[in-house]
């Protein structure tokens, strides 16, 4: 099993069950102690989990795992609410897309819709959809915006990526945040990725927030978009397990879109 399969692994035992401890992962994983140790080292250093005596912990509510370890969670989820966002679009549109796992799986259902200005500060987005676009021979076109590129998303921001945006009239931004606050509407966990969330969103006709079910019950440090702001918010079908909660968001958010 790779480093990375490993990562997933251990992360997604933590989202279940909150702890894990050394003895587990070796069976587990079916690796050593010491293979084990280092595995946790790395993904503590990434903010991913906190170590403590004979195992690890989730780290804490506030931190994202990057960009790798979120796109193989909720996969399936995050797929369904693709294509009901991709049914929003229609031709000869002009696109913001932000960073996120889910703004990526949508990015790959773009690839036959023809005259699109897809503008993202999206490393992984951007690069997946003109590749998409040149092999389906589509006349659609992809602006990368400049900035400080994030290691952690392989994203851009900063002060150069803002005035890029601010400059740019889009007929819809999509933004993936890191929780759905019941309070507060869209957070991210970085102030950065807020920024440039907020901006695109000010520089839109129309505003989509996607959101798994997951989202709900997460939380983030910046606040950048409230559930009245939404043109629409798109989740998936485990929502309407939280009947209440679908009864809040519905008589704030100006559509709710649950995927099938």
Known sequence: MWKNQRHQRIFRRLEEL????????????????????????DMEALGLLRRVHGGAVS?????????????????????????AACDLITDHKVIFFDTGSTTISLARQL????????????????SRLQKDFDANRISSRV???G???????????????????????ADIAF???????????????????AEVALAMLENSRESVVLADAAKFSTSGNYRYCRFEQMDALVTDAQIRKQA????????RVKRLIIAA
């Open 18 to 41: 909150q702890s894990v401890t050394t003895d587990d992962l070796v069976e587990d994983l079916s690796v050593s102690r010491e293979t084990v140790r280092r595995d946790l080292l």
């Open 59 to 83: 780290a804490d509510a506030h931190s994202e795992p990057p960009l790798h370890v979120r796109s193989s969670l909720h996969v399936k989820e995050k797929q369904s609410i693709a294509r």
């Open 111 to 126: 690839a036959t819709i023809h005259g699109l200005h897809v503008i993202s500060n999206s490393l992984e987005a951007a």
């Open 143 to 145: 602006t990368l915006l």
């Open 147 to 169: 900035g400080s590129l994030t290691a952690f998303d392989f994203a851009t921001a900063g002060q150069q990526t803002l005035r890029q945006i601010s400059r740019i009239q």
């Open 175 to 193: 933004v993936s945040p890191t929780a759905i606050d019941p309070e507060h509407g869209a957070v991210n966990a970085a102030e950065s990725e």
């Open 244 to 251: 209440d909660l679908v009864q809040s968001v519905t008589e």
